[in-house]
Structures are given as C-alpha cells and as structure tokens.
C-alpha cells in the first residue's frame, strides 16, 4: 500500500519491508554510485534488500518521496560535536590574543573544565541533532580542547554514545587525549609543554572505552582512538596508539599538515614535517586517518599514497582559515583515499561540498579536473573505505540501510540540472527532508528522534555565551570580552532604553 511519507514514526524502524521510492534514487553498481530515475529502494531489519526499478516482492508500505533525490546518507570523519569555538576566530585574530591558547598565567593557576559534565553531554547531543539536520548518518566527533581542562573524558563519551543510539546516528568514537599542549609564553610566542604520563592515561581510558561500548545500540556504536594533534603527541603515544589501533581492529584519527604552527612546531621538535616523521617511525598505514593536510608537501602526500592513508577534507574550516587542500584533484590522481568531514559550525555537508568543488578548481586553475560527483564520492564512499565499511556509503542490497532524502523541489536551486550538481552546487544541509539510520527514521521533516532542536537552541546559547564569558581567564593580558571579540560595526544602544 503507498503511504505518504508524513506517516513515518519519528525515531522507529517500520516493521516489515519498506519501499521508498522517489524522481531520483543514487543506487551502486560495479563499484560506483548510478542515477536511477524513479528508482526504489527497498530495506527491512536495518538491511538494504533491492536498489532498481519494479522490485517484485511484497513489501509492508510504499512512500514516494516525489521530486527528491534518495542518496546514502553522509560519512562525516570530523563531524563537530560541540559548540563551535572556531567560529569565534573567523573575523578575531591573531588567535594567540584571542583566547585561542592557553597563555602561561593560565596554565600556572590550574587549568580547569569549563562546562559541568552536564553541559558537555547536551552539547553532543545538540551537535548530533545538527549532523542528523544535514543528512549526515555516520560520524566521527570531533571537538575543542582548548577549553578543557586536559583531555576528554570517559563520562560525557558515555553520554555521547548514548545520545547516538537514541538519536539514531553512527558514531566512531572514543575520548581524545594528549601529551601535551601549547602555551603562550609571550605574545606571538607558542611552546609545546608536554605531560607524557597523561597522555598514556587517555590512551588507556580510551581503549577500555572502545572496549566496553563497541556494538552498543544494534552496532551503531563502533570505536576509532583520537590523539588530538601530531604536534602535541609524543613518539610513545602515538607508538602505543597504533598498537592499540591494530588489536582493537580500529582506526585513528591524528590531526597533521593542518597549519603552520604545527609544522614548525614539528620541525623543531622533529627536523622534519609530521608526515616524514611518522613514515621513518613506521606509523603511516590504513589504520590512519588524517585531516587536513592542507599544510602538507609533495613528499608528504607522496606517502600518504604509498602507505594508504585516508585524508580528511574540510574545505569550509580550512578556506575560512585561509588554507586549501591543493589539491582534491591531485591528491585522487596520486591514489590517495579522501574522506570528507564538517568540523565547524554549521555542519553542513553539502555546503562542504560546493566549497571542496570551489577551492579544487582555483588551485587546479581550471575547471575540469574535479566533478561535483567526485566531492559527492568522498562524502559517501570515500568515508566508508577509509573506516573498512562496504556496507556503508551506497545504497545496494546487504549494505546498511544508511539513507538521507533531499528535497529537489527546493526554489533556490530551480531549475534542476543533474541531480548530484543541483544539490553539490546550489544545494545546503537545509533541503535534507528525512534520513534513515539502519533502517530507523532518525530524521523526518527537520525534526529529530527524541529530542527537541529548537528548544535546544536556546540553551546552547546560553550555555555559549557563559563560556565566552571565560575567555578573559585565558586570554594574554586578561582583556575584556569586547577586545577579545569585537563587534563588526561599532554598537549603538538606545541612550533612553
């Protein structure tokens, strides 16, 4: 019987066989995604069980989601899962004056958490909700440490894992640790101070971690190690994380030839980049997932290829930094495997997508060495090769039914050419219309399973501007609020209000 798609249980797996079908469905064959017009795409138990045309069988409910394009949903391997402090720098620099560091005076009086554990729970919460708004079904967290007292910790992960089954999102996820940390000892003036000690504590909470939730919530819990940066992790960390990477059958995620202050904080420390480095130690394989490299040279990339390791592309945080991966194009013709993530505010995929599509060809100095598809791929298969998963990022039978719908009825980006360069191009996170996780409805008609966004909204701006509030504490020189963050245009208040 054909249902409209409204009649879907906001946060519920529908019983029996369902058939979605829609004017565009992204099916995959023979290794690559295919456009089906008015396909259909049949799932049950979480399973896909038929992409194509005319399937033969009984099916429980049919929904025709009309002029929209069924896709897989989103692989998202630096997925923001707090409230984004990176958006303070985008018009406050230098970020050494801006909070962004901890300065020495700082450190000496005792770094401390500045959200409640309370607090950092709803923020994962609220951020999940955000991915699952954009259509993205598998994440990999990422989050600030700069105001933290150190690492992350084993109870708001938790938290996290929790808040991800019963939102409905894959999650890869396990609490970041370090060995260290950069100091502002003067102005313009940053230091690696480290604390070896720390860091192997981190690394063994996040392994029994891994260990004690792995499959939780029908699997959609699977864990991935997080050191936080190359520049602040020590030789033996990193040594033990790859060891601990490869007997829990996991990946991790290390953070290199992201920006200047990490390559000449390696150099000193080193004598060579982050990449050279870790090849001569023996630490660059599969296992590793690495964003950003957009700081990363010729012979950097020449071993990411060689040893296979999957970089992470976030065009929109590193363009609005100033910095390029240079470039998408290059780096697919070296054979290395791209991955695409959101790591700021808003996380939108989509949005990423156009501006991957963008910064390629201004780097590439022409347009036609980079297809809106070739984004699209990163986003989809790219993500789930670089996690070992052939059952996640397209849409066939036995795969996972990961599925996100966009809406092509959308008036900005009328008319509609080819379905994938509408929404790559004109397209935003705002069109997602519903997103299904392992067969789950976890998303419908913007709104998320179990959990209230706009109310949420509210209180993630109050519980934001309490921290900002903080960063005079760990600001050089203890500035007021109003230097650290200026308005853009001067302020005018009613002198009679």
């Known amino acids: 019987m054909e249902e409209d798609f409204t009649t879907l249980a906001l946060g519920q797996r529908p019983g029996g066989r369902s058939l979605i079908t829609a004017s565009w469905v992204v099916g995959h064959k023979d290794g690559s995604h295919r456009l089906l017009p008015n396909g259909e795409v049949v799932f049950e138990n979480g399973e896909i069980v038929f992409v194509g045309h005319r399937f033969p069988g009984e099916v429980a409910r049919r929904i025709d989601f009309g002029n929209a394009l069924i896709s897989p949903g989103f692989i998202d391997l630096d997925a923001l899962s707090d409230l984004d402090t990176t958006v303070l720098g985008i018009d406050n620099h230098p970020g050494w004056a801006k909070g962004r560091v901890w300065p020495r005076s700082y450190v000496d009086s005792g770094p401390y958490e500045m959200y409640t554990q309370e607090e950092l729970a709803f923020q ?80 063994n909470d996040a392994v029994a971690y891994i260990e004690r939730q792995s499959g939780r919530h029908g699997d959609l819990i699977r864990g991935m190690l997080a050191p936080d940066r190359v520049e602040t992790s020590t030789l033996a960390l990193l040594q033990r994380t790859d060891a601990a990477a490869r007997d829990l059958g996991c990946k991790f995620r290390l953070h290199m030839a992201q920006g200047s202050m990490e390559v000449d904080t390696v150099r000193m420390l080193h004598g060579t980049t982050a990449p050279v480095w870790l090849a001569g130690m023996g630490l660059l394989s599969e296992r590793l997932i690495a964003p950003h490299a957009t700081n990363a040279t010729q012979e950097d990339l020449t071993l990411y290829a060689s040893h296979g390791v999957t970089i992470v592309h976030c065009p929109i945080v590193s363009g609005r930094g100033g910095s390029t991966l240079n470039s998408f194009s290059a780096c697919r013709k070296r054979g290395i495997n791209i991955a695409m993530g959101t790591d700021t505010s808003p996380a939108d995929m989509l949005l990423n997508l156009l501006v991957g599509l963008i910064t390629c060809r201004i780097n590439d100095r022409v347009p036609d060495q980079v297809r809106s598809a070739d984004l699209f791929d990163a986003a989809t298969l790219g993500g789930a090769r670089a996690l070992g998963r052939s059952d996640l990022g397209r849409l066939s039978a036995g795969a996972r039914a990961d599925i996100a719908v966009f809406d092509l009825d959308d008036t900005v980006m009328a008319p509609s050419i080819d379905p994938i360069t509408t929404l790559v191009t004109g397209g935003s996170g705002k069109v997602t219309r519903a997103v299904f996780v392992d067969g789950r409805v976890s998303m419908l008609e913007r709104k998320v399973a179990g959990f209230d966004m706009e109310a949420a909204r509210s209180r993630a701006q109050a519980q934001y501007d309490g921290l900002i509030a903080k960063y005079p504490e760990r600001s050089w020189g203890h500035p007021p609020i109003s230097e650290i963050f200026s308005p853009s245009y001067p302020i005018e208040v009613d002198a009679h209000g």
């Open 124 to 203: 994962k919460r609220f951020a999940f909700g955000q991915l699952l708004l954009n259509g993205i079904t598998t994440a990999a967290p990422i989050a600030s440490l700069f105001y933290r007292e150190w690492g992350e910790t084993v109870a708001e992960f938790d938290a996290a894992a929790d808040a991800a089954g019963e939102l409905g999102l894959r999650v890869y996820l396990s609490p970041a640790y370090r060995s260290g940390g950069m100091v502002l000892e003067r102005p313009g003036h940053l230091v690696p101070v480290f604390n070896e000690e720390r860091g192997f504590q981190g690394l």
